[in-house]
Structure formats: C-alpha cells, structure tokens
C-alpha cells in the first residue's frame, strides 16, 4: 500500500507534517498484542479487544511532498512489513478513526530527551542534506474501549505525565515550542544579613537543600569576602556540599550511644570494641566519638588489609570506581550507584539514567575503563500490594519500567548486564531502590590521571540542557506526594548510543601508540559541570567559558549550563599539543565537543565567564573543604528498630503458631513449595533474559545456569581472551536482618563471598563495594543503625579480607504520604563483590551434575530463623537473628575453594534466601538430577527439622561430589562441621524424608515450574 | 597464525555497533588479520573495502535502532557504500553479518541478493525480506537449537555438522522475526538460500518457516539472528559444565563456520 501523498503544497513555509508508521495489512503487531495483554494485568472491569500501535513521526522543516514521502517510504517504513501513511492536516489525521475506537497519543514534552527523533534528524539530514526537526510519538488505538477507559489506560499503562503529554486524538501542531536567546542577567543572592530561620527558607524554597549550619558556613564566608554571593556561586557550592557528592552524613564527626532496654537480640555492643577502633573515643558519659565514619570504617578495613599485606588494591575511595590487579598488564575497576529518586518518579528514564551514570563512572576511572559487565539489584514493593499512597506508582509498573530502562540502555551500550537481584518489601512503596553497578578493564599503566595547569577544559558527548537539574540537591531530599510535579525537571530520559559513541572515542584516544591524549577525565554525574570540572580543578583552579557549550535548544542561563546534570557528558583534561588529534577523533566518531576553557588559574580559583564577563569567582578550597562538619547525635535504639516491622505480603501458608508446620515430610515440601514461589527466590529469568547478557563474548558462567537455566551463585568472564584467567561478579543483600543492621552486614559481606566462591573464586582475591540506603539519618536512630552497619563493614571486611573500594550512600529514602504518614524504607545495604577465578576451566555451576553423587552440606545450621523466608511464608516472627562467625566463614570459604581447585567439586550452591531444603531442591531441577535428601542428617544433634530445612544460617555451602572424593573432602575440610545430607539419582523426583522416617516425593519439574515464576 | 598468509578481514563499525571485537576474535581464531573501520571513514573513502577478502557487519544496535533495527545504518549505505560491497561480494570475498548485521544487509539490498548467476545490480535492490518485531515483542537472549538445511548454497555453514548437546548458537534480540511473501521464501528455499533454520519448538521469535538465516544465490553473504561469534570457545557454551570433556574437543561450530569462509577467502585475490 503506498503512501497517500498529499498534493504538493505551494507555500515552502517550515511547516510541520505528520507520519504514521503500522504494520501492513495482515500482518502481525506485536506491539498492539503486547499493550493488550498488559491491560489485562489492570484488571479493568471494561477493556478493550484489541490494540493497534503505530509509530508517528512530526517532522518540522521545509520539505516538498516528494522528500516526505521518501522519508516515509524509505526511512520510515520497512516495505515488506509495515506501510506508511502521511497526513497534512490535523483534520486529516482525524479523519481515519474507526468507529467504537478510542485513540491515544503519548508524545514526549518538549525538552524531554528523544532518542528516535535525533536518528530519524540524522538520517533525513544524510538522505536530504536537510536540517528537519523531529519529535516521535506512539499512536494506539483501543478498540471498544470508551475515551475514559482510554485515558485511565494512559495514565496508567502507556505514559508517564512527568515527561509526556497524553493526547485524546492524532496531534499534529502548527509548529515546535523552540527557545529564546538568553541574555544575561548576574543576580546577587543578599545572604549576609538573613536571620536563621531566613536562611534555611531560602535553602528549602531555592532547592539548595542545604542545612542551617551549612547556609550559616556560606554567610560567614561571604561576610569575610565583604560581598554577597552570585546565584550561580550558591548553586555551585548546594551542587558541591550536596549529601549525594560529598556524603556528609558519613564523614561527619557523629557522637554514638545504645540503649540496651528492650527485647534486643543484639549479641553485639559497639561500646565494648570501641576504644580499640581506629577515630573511635569513648568519652567520659560513655558515648562514643566517631570522627568520619567513613575513614573510621569502611575505609580504615581497607588501610589495614593493605598495611596487613595486600598488595592488589591499586585505586580505592579516590576515583569514580575502585580498582584493583587483574593481572600483571590489566587492572579492573568495580563502581555502583543508586539512582532511586528519579526512578520513584520515572522509573525508566531514572534506571536508565541510573546505568548511564554508572557506565561513565566506569568510563572516567583512572584514564578511561573500557566497562565489561554491569550488574543491578532492585528494591520494591510486592506486585500485589493492596495499598497504594497517592503519589507512588504500582510497583509492578515500577519494576516493569526499571528493568526496560536498564535493558535498553545495557543492550544498546553493549555492556552484558550478568548478576544482580530483587527484594520485595512494602515499605519500598513510595521509595524504591535501584542499584547499578558496572565493572570495567583498564591497563594498569591508565589507572591514574594527572591534570595540569594548561589542560584545555573539553567536553565531549551530549549537549546541555534543562534537564536533571537540581538531581544531586533531589536526590539528598525527602520525597512526597507532589515531588512528581516539582522535580520533573530533575528526571530524565537518556540516549545510549550518544555515550557509545562517547566511550568509543574516549577509548580510542586513551589508546594511542604514544600515549592517551588527555591527562584526566571523567563524567558528568550529579552537580553537571559544576562538580566535573571543580572535582578535575579541586587543587589548581579552572577558568570556564559557560557559552561554549553545545546546547539542546535555546534560552539556557549560564547557572542552568553549569548544573544541568544532562546525560552523555564526559570532561577531559587535555594537552594544547594533544587537541588537534582528538578533534579529529572525534569527527571520525560523530562526537560532538568544545573547548570550555583552560584547567589552572594563578589564584587556584574557580572562575566562570560568559561570553568574557565574569559572571563567579569561588575559592576551590572553602568550595571542597569548607563545608561544616557538626556532630551528629546517633543512638542505637534496638526496641525502636525492632518495631520498624518488614512490610510482607499476605502470608502465602496461612497457618497458625509459630510456623504452624509439623516436622511431617507433607508440611516440609508444603512450605518447599511456597517458599520456591515467594518473589525473592523465584526466577528472575523474565528479567535476565530481557538483557544481553552476553554480548563482548566474554561469559564463562552466566546468570542463568544448568539445562533448567537455575540460579547460578555469581557470574564469571574471561575479560583477555588470550588469559584463562576469570572475573567473578556477585553481591549479598541480607535486608531481612535488618533490625540489626551489624549483622545484616556481616551477613551481606558472607554471602556475597559465598556465591563468589561457589563458582570458584579465590576468596583471598576478592574485593567489595559498600552501598548504603538508609532512611532519613536525620532521626538518630536511623543514624545509630547506620553506624552499627558500618562497624559491621568494618569488622567484616577485616575478617573475611575482602578490602572495600568504593563505595556510595543515600540516606534519606522515605516516603511522606498526602496524611503526612512517613513511609521509611528497610535500612539495606547492597554489597557488590568481585573477585579472580584463577582459571575458569575449573569453574563450578550450581546445577546438580549426575546421579550417584551424594550432596554434602558445609557449615553448621544453629537454626536461629529470624528474617528468615519461612517466617515470611507463615507470618511467624520473632526468630533470633542469624550470626555471622567471623573466624568460621572466612575459614569455611577457603576450605571450599580447595575443594573445588582439587577438582573434586561437581557442584556447588550458597545456601542462602529459604534455607537448606530450597537450595538442594534448586540444585536438584536446574539440573534434572533426582534427589533424596534427609535434612535431619545435617550437623547440629539439638537442632529441629524445621530449623535444618529452612533457617537461613550463614556461611553454608552444599557441594555435589562423588561418593569415593569423601574421604578427600573430608581431609580437606578437617574440623569444619559436614555431612553428606543426600544421594542424586536417575529418575526426576525430590524424595523428601520427614522426621518420622516418612516420605514426600514431589516431581522436579513441579518444583521448576512453582520456582520459575509468573512472566510480567 | 602466519600473518603473512592470512587472508584480510574488514570488520565495519558504526554508532552503536557492539558485537564488533567478538566477530574480529572470530576472524582472528580462524587464521585471517583483522583491520577495523568506522564507516564514517567508508562512506567517505568505498576502495578501502577493495582490499579485502573477508568482511563483516557486527551486530548491535546501530544509530540505535530507534526506527527499526538497522534502519540508518542501512540507508547510509544504500547511498554510498554500496556499490563498494557489491563488487566485493562479486570478487567472491564472503560476508558475515550477525544480528543488527543481518537486519542491515536485509535493508541495504545486500541480502538476499541478485538470483544465481545474474549480477549485483547497480542501485540496491528494494527489500524484500524483513526482520521486524519478535512475536513476543520482547529482547529475549538465549541459546536456541538451530540446523543447517542440507541443500544450503552457503559458504559459511555449508556441510557443518552438530553433534548432539553442542548444536546451539546464542541469540539476544527483540527483532529478529524473519518476514517475506511466500513465492520470495520459496524461491530462497529452492536455490538453496537458507542458510540455518531454528531446529523445532525453538522458533522463538517466530520467524517464517523458522528461518535464522540466509545466503545470496553464491552462498557468500551469510545474514543471521544468532551470534557464532560468541560461539568460538567452549566455555561460551551454556552448559559447558556439564559436557564431557570429550564433547568439548577441537573448534565449536561457532568458529568452524568462521573456518570455512575463511579457508575459502584464502583462494580469493585481490
């Protein structure tokens, strides 16, 4: 069918025409169907029958009917499949509703980032010679569905009214909004004479997000200076001093006690250790000082490992990622980020953004990383919660958003997203969580930059616009119900393929026969070029030119210019000598770049010009160590925090008492099943199977493993094909301890170093990330929970020696509702870890390799069940929490990876989230291997059946040998509690014995089908 | 490897091209030297593709796949790399392209091509194969097991033989669904033109007479969803853990196709 042209207007006024884009008649849209079957998940009493997708295309220019109808014909639609249709008029486009259909539009606001539109301006501009604007939109049309039906469909499916507009009818404009030039206009902020409660209005009212000491620190310092400030120096230090950049909370002084009243379970008192931690003081009314958190905790482990021998930390806590040896040429670098806020409010603008910002940290370690893998791990709500706040979106909406964020942004940058995890907890409702994190490959000859006063100041990949400013103030502050309206402005849509091509020619030129052409770079994340170009010039100034920016339109003031956090941005530090050939780069890679000045001034200030006026002036040193540190009031409370009560959902085994489940083989496999089903343990394949996870060839073991695709521990790369040597990548979430965060952490670390080493990591070459989520550390209580956690990271990291190199904080994820209830989130702690398989021909998997095989347990089960999976599954609560024995995991971790180099180890699974029973059963289906298993068996002669099968201990491993490898394993394990629990076998059954000697058989495949969970 | 022998392989890379070092290590494994292009650089200068004997079109996600996949790249090189590729092709020099390749060879008239024995035409040829929409509409990565048709004309998977447990090639994509008219499948079918077909109930992208495939009329030019370039050592297999070691023995199918051609390169002058 071809096109229906319009007759060739004779007026060549810019104009805007429209185009749709279907599929041809008979054949299939896949699109449509898909909408179709997401409305149904609404559960909508009226609903449509069917669903048609179009793509619509608005291109504004000057451009004969011929040159639009090749665009459509050519450009737009694929000939065999789909046909194009043209319309003049917005009467026109009108004209071809079907009768009982209601249309809806979704098209971008204007400003909203829009990838499509930038290639289909691209390939018009290659095809005509022509610069034509472009916006997309999607056309769908509901069949049998009224205009209200629609609309709540919208609203609730197909847009996000942060950055779309939703149209009732084909839209077709007049003309595109553009902007107007912007003249100057430098405005004083008159701050010195403000009374406090002044001080801190302007700081709410302005968005700088600023505390009243940290305003009163900046009058003060314009006091001295005998002037007031310029709007653009405040909003430079509200960026700088932001929670998000500097992490003042972690490196204040903080002033700690506890309360020992109270049903605690806490076995652990920071005040008996104190006086032995280093920037640790008891002082004399028992409180403990702690002068910076941070140096006291996390990063105090590290300088003591190193100090202690190890020699393969080459970069930790000063770059944009940690970097350690991989071998003697290459190093690796490991970063991850949360981006939690702007995905509350667009969750896929915000994930994607959220690995964007992760990828360019990678990007700007050292002299250039080349990213290799990425990881992420989401918190929300459970898909069936009955409640939702005003101001939340549905936490399926959330999840389903996240992961296409993630998805389109890791495929289309070419990095395989191979490991991550989600945890369901209600009070994530209105706070999600969403971690990225990403790995990257440097040699060890561009692990450090080192800028000179002379460098030109170049940035290079995406232009500057409105968008993401004010992220990093956001980002620090509290959300409510309006923050969807009054922060869309900090939310935005990014495009992959401007930071591929960023990253392809920042690799390019880091790897010149001479040498890399730039002397230091790195991202632009929160803050923009404020923080950028202030972190690069932190100890030699910089004189930056603001109106030499590449804009995305019009209009931007050179305060918006400075603190735009748009996507895409790298700075580079370049050599004058150097510039030539980078330009050059450049134009071969299509990259956009401009020269914003020069790194260096005679005073190290920081000064801002446009178009030659000086429009800011700051010291670089009150910029980055002026900023007040108080101290903080922290208290352990443990009857407080006990009270702060996980939000589940509807206990799937209603069953009364405590468990209420007999020790019975009936009720074992009852709960086995329900467990298998809970969405924290269920398959995640719908999601790891949305991403490429395997592109630059790189993978050894994936994400999904076995002939079933079952849970693999972590995943392994071969990241130098000419080296047999391995890269592991997993990480340890224990949020459900979260009512002591000291052993939450230690078990996180645990586990973390447990799925590493199931697949064969040498667990005396793994290094790890902290990333802390806390809510409002203003509440000191919340603080003394984040202070036991970073003890934990502490002693932790000290024991299993597993130094921390980098790591990130966001500390005030709440939720206030409209009722002006606050929704705190569980205090969670990611650990990220990563770690060298000396080689990955000896890598191990999970899934249960033959029969004849026996199933060994390692590692004793004490039983203790608080924030286990069962209590979830039976609403029973209470359970003692799990301890991590700090001398047995450790010792446990290097028995195994013994075995498993003696090459004695068929397989081998963490025993973690559901206890003993689940981990065998998932090593039993992902390998369709029979098994009979006697859980009774396991080390622990006072310990219960319940207990055995479904306590959630650490430092356990089941491993999968050969019967006549016993006594080896045996030998090699020496005093560490074991057993042989079970024997694999031919025919495909889980043979479950119960405590009276009675048995349960349940088939494997039932077990594989309750675990691999429902396809959002 | 003797460089000296070794055939030369152009391996073109574009905005948003990413699969493009695990088709180069393809290549390399199978004893060609690999030289990397940006195609801003071919579409200014087309003769650098004169001296090559083997090329290939990586997959991912080019200019970003926003239109449809491969959309841009492939009206780059309608207008002006081209003809540089068809007189390649003419000279007998094979052609790999994986993925987003594919999608692209299929849009640039590179694929299926002239019907045997007639000449590549001067101007690409309109498409008339499509790669659109999987049925799911949905990125799906995963290894799927595929079969070579016996009476494939193609360079690349000519005579290649599975054995059990290894017939796997990965797939990642979310549009990869083979479309023609019917008289279009049957005549690729007649001449021998399908190069790999997904074996049965493993069609999941739903593409017509479960085609993952092509070659033009000289078996040269070999388009594919999947990706053998992530198939070249064993331990990329999804269950190598499992497999006797004497299953992993010698090449994967996924390098031995790369083998082939480049075997068959070696007889090709310049």
Redesign the interface.
């Known amino acids: 069918m071809p096109a229906t042209i319009p007759a060739p207007s004779t007026d060549s006024v810019v104009k805007v025409h429209r185009i749709e884009i279907r599929p041809r008649r008979g ?2 849209d ?2 449509g ?2 909408v179709l079957r997401q409305i149904e998940s609404l559960g909508l009493e009226r609903r449509p029958k069917r669903v048609d997708h179009a ?1 619509v295309y608005l291109l504004e220019g000057n451009l004969s009917a011929d040159e639009i109808g090749r665009i459509a014909e ?3 639609a ?5 046909a194009a249709e043209i319309h003049a008029t917005e009467a026109a486009a009108k004209s071809r509703i079907a009768p009982g259909v209601a249309v809806i539009e979704v098209h971008p606001l204007a400003g909203v980032t829009d ?2 539109a ?3 301006q ?2 018009i501009e ?2 005509l010679g022509k610069r034509v604007e472009v916006r ?1 939109g999607d056309r769908y049309d509901l069949h049998g569905a009224d205009a209200k039906i629609a609309r709540a469909i919208a609203e609730r499916l197909l847009a996000n009214t942060v950055i779309q507009a939703i149209h009732d009818a084909p839209y077709l404009p007049t003309s595109f909004p553009h902007g107007h030039p912007y003249t100057l206009a430098i405005r004083e902020v008159p701050i010195r004479g403000l009374k406090d409660a002044e001080l801190e209005k302007m700081s709410r009212d302005a968005h700088l997000f600023l505390s009243l000491d940290e305003m009163k620190g900046i009058q003060a310092e314009y006091g001295r200076l005998g002037r007031e400030p310029r709007e653009i120096e405040l909003e430079t230090l509200a960026q700088t001093w932001s929670e998000h950049c500097v992490h003042k909370t972690l490196k204040s002084t903080i002033r700690y006690h506890e309360l020992s009243t109270g049903p605690s379970s806490v076995a652990w008192s920071l005040a008996k250790t104190a006086a032995s931690r280093p920037h640790h003081e008891v002082q004399a009314d028992g409180t403990i000082l702690i002068r910076n958190l941070l140096k006291a905790t996390v990063a105090a482990a590290t300088h003591e490992l190193i100090a202690d021998g190890i020699d393969w930390c080459l970069s930790i806590f000063v770059d944009n990622a940690g970097v350690i040896a991989f071998d003697d040429e290459w190093a690796v670098a490991f970063k991850c980020e949360t981006h939690n806020h702007p995905s509350a409010i667009e969750p896929y603008g915000g994930a994607a953004t959220g690995i964007g910002g992760c990828i360019r940290d990678i990007m700007g370690t050292g002299l250039a990383a080349k990213p290799i893998a990425a990881t992420d791990v989401f918190c929300v709500a459970y898909p069936d919660v009955e409640e939702l706040p005003a101001g939340c979106l549905h936490p399926r909406r959330v999840l389903t958003q996240v992961v296409a964020g993630v ?1 389109d942004y890791g ?4 990095i395989p997203t191979v490991n991550g995890g989600v945890w369901f907890d209600n009070n994530y409702i209105g706070n999600p969580l969403v971690y990225c994190g990403c790995v990257g490959l440097l040699p060890r000859t561009a692990i450090k930059g080192d800028v000179q006063p002379g460098d030109r100041i170049i940035a290079l990949g995406g232009r500057t616009g409105r968008d993401g400013i004010h992220g990093a103030t956001f980002s620090s502050a509290e959300l409510t119900d309006t923050h969807a309206d009054e922060f869309s402005h900090a939310v935005q849509i990014g ?3 401007t930071e ?2 960023a990253l ?1 020619c920042i690799l390019a030129a880091r790897d010149q026969h001479d040498g890399p052409l730039f002397r230091g770079l790195t991202d632009c994340g929160a803050g923009g070029f404020s923080s950028a170009v202030g972190e690069m010039g932190k100890s030699i100034g910089a004189e930056v030119h603001l109106e030499r920016a590449p804009l995305k339109y019009d209009g931007l003031s050179p305060v918006e210019v400075w603190i735009s956090e748009a996507q895409e941005r790298m700075v580079l530090a370049v050599p004058p000598s150097k510039l030539d050939r980078l330009k050059r780069l450049c134009e ?3 990259v956009e770049w401009c020269d914003l000045g020069v790194f260096g001034t005679p005073t190290k200030e920081l000064v801002l010009r446009w178009h030659g006026t000086e429009i800011g002036r700051m010291d670089t040193h009150f910029l980055h160590e002026g900023i007040p540190t108080p101290t903080r009031e922290a208290v352990w409370d443990p009857t407080w925090n006990a009270s702060q009560k996980h939000q589940a959902r509807k206990p799937a085994l209603a069953v009364g008492g405590r468990f209420g489940l007999s020790e019975r083989s009936g009720d074992l496999a009852k709960a086995l099943e329900a467990l298998l089903e809970h969405p924290n343990i269920a398959s995640k394949a719908w999601i ?10 790189m ?4 994400p ?4 079933a695709s079952g849970p693999g521990d972590a995943a392994v790369l ?1 990241p130098v ?1 000419t080296s047999s040597r391995g890269l592991s990548i997993a990480n340890g979430l224990a949020t459900g301890l979260s009512s002591d965060p000291y052993l939450m952490v230690l078990a996180a670390i645990d586990e973390c170093v447990r799925n590493l080493v199931c697949v064969g990591t040498d667990p005396s070459r793994i290094a790890i990330l902290d990333n802390f989520c806390w809510p409002s550390c203003k509440d000191p209580r919340n603080l003394g929970s984040l202070v036991r956690a970073a003890e934990g990271c502490y002693d932790g990291a000290k024991a299993y020696r597993t130094p921390f190199i980098s790591g990130k904080d966001s500390l005030n994820n709440q939720f206030v509702t409209e009722g002006g209830t606050t929704i705190q989130i569980p205090p969670t702690l990611l650990i990220s870890g990563f770690g060298i398989v000396p080689d ?2 000896q ?3 999970m ?1 249960a ?1 033959r029969a004849g095989s026996v199933l060994v347990i390692v590692g004793a089960t004490p039983g203790r069940m608080g924030g286990s999976h069962v209590e979830l599954i039976t609403g029973a609560s209470g359970g003692t929490l799990p301890v991590t024995d700090l001398a047995i995991g450790p010792k446990t971790a290097h028995a195994i990876h013994a075995a498993i180099r003696a090459g004695i180890v068929r397989s081998a699974h963490d025993c973690s989230e559901g206890g003993l029973l689940l981990a065998a059963a998932e090593m039993a289906f992902s ?1 369709g291997i029979g098994l009979e298993i006697e859980p009774a068996t396991a080390p622990g002669a006072d310990v219960g059946l319940l207990a055995k099968c479904f306590a959630e201990d650490p430092s356990r491993y089941l491993l999968e040998i050969a019967p006549s490898d016993l006594p080896s394993l045996t030998k090699i394990l020496g005093t560490l509690p074991h057993a042989v629990i079970g024997r694999f076998v031919e025919r495909p059954v889980l043979v479950l014995k119960g405590a009276a000697n009675d048995t349960v058989e349940i088939p494997l495949e039932r077990l594989r089908e309750r675990w691999a969970g429902a396809n959002w | 490897m003797n460089n000296g022998s070794a055939p030369p392989a152009l391996v073109i890379t574009a905005p948003g091209i990413n699969c493009d070092l695990e088709l180069c290590r393809g290549f390399e494994l199978a004893g060609a030297r690999v030289e990397t292009f940006h195609v801003q650089r071919l579409l200014r200068e087309p003769s650098i593709v004169d001296r090559f004997r083997l090329i290939g079109l990586p997959g991912g996600f080019s200019y970003g796949d926003d239109i449809a996949a491969g959309r841009v790249l492939a009206q780059l090189i309608r207008q002006s790399l081209y003809p540089a590729l068809a007189a390649a092709i003419e000279r007998g020099v094979p052609m790999m392209t994986p993925c987003n390749g594919f999608q692209i060879a299929v849009q640039a008239g590179l694929l299926p091509g002239p019907s045997a024995g007639a000449a590549w035409p001067d101007e690409p040829a309109a498409p008339s194969v499509g790669l659109t929409q999987n049925s799911a509409a949905r990125f799906n990565d995963a290894w799927v097991r595929v079969e070579i048709p016996s009476n494939t004309r193609c360079v690349w998977t000519r005579g290649l033989t599975f054995a059990p447990g290894t017939d796997l090639l990965p797939c990642a994509h979310g549009e990869g669904r083979f479309v023609a008219d019917d008289d279009t499948i049957a005549a690729l079918e007649a001449n021998g033109q399908i190069a790999i077909r997904y074996a049965a109930s493993e069609n999941f992208n739903g593409s017509m007479k479960s085609i993952a495939g092509i070659c033009d009329a000289s078996g040269l030019v070999f388009g594919l969803m999947p990706h053998p370039e992530r198939y070249t050592r064993w331990t990329q297999h999804p269950t190598w853990t499992r497999l006797d070691p004497s299953q992993r023995q010698g090449d994967t199918p996924g390098l031995r196709m790369f083998r082939s051609a480049v075997a068959h390169a070696a007889g090709v002058t310049v």
């Open positions: 054949q299939a896949p699109r169907a898909a793509a050519e450009l737009l694929d000939c065999v499949t789909q990838p499509a930038e290639s289909v691209l390939a290659a095809m997309t998805r495929n289309r940058m070419g495009n992959a393929i591929k091509k392809d071969e890679h299509a790891i199977r949305q991403y490429d996870h395997e592109v630059q060839g993978s050894v073991i994936k999904l493993v076995g002939p071969q094909p990955v021909s890598c191990v998997t899934d390799k390998g």
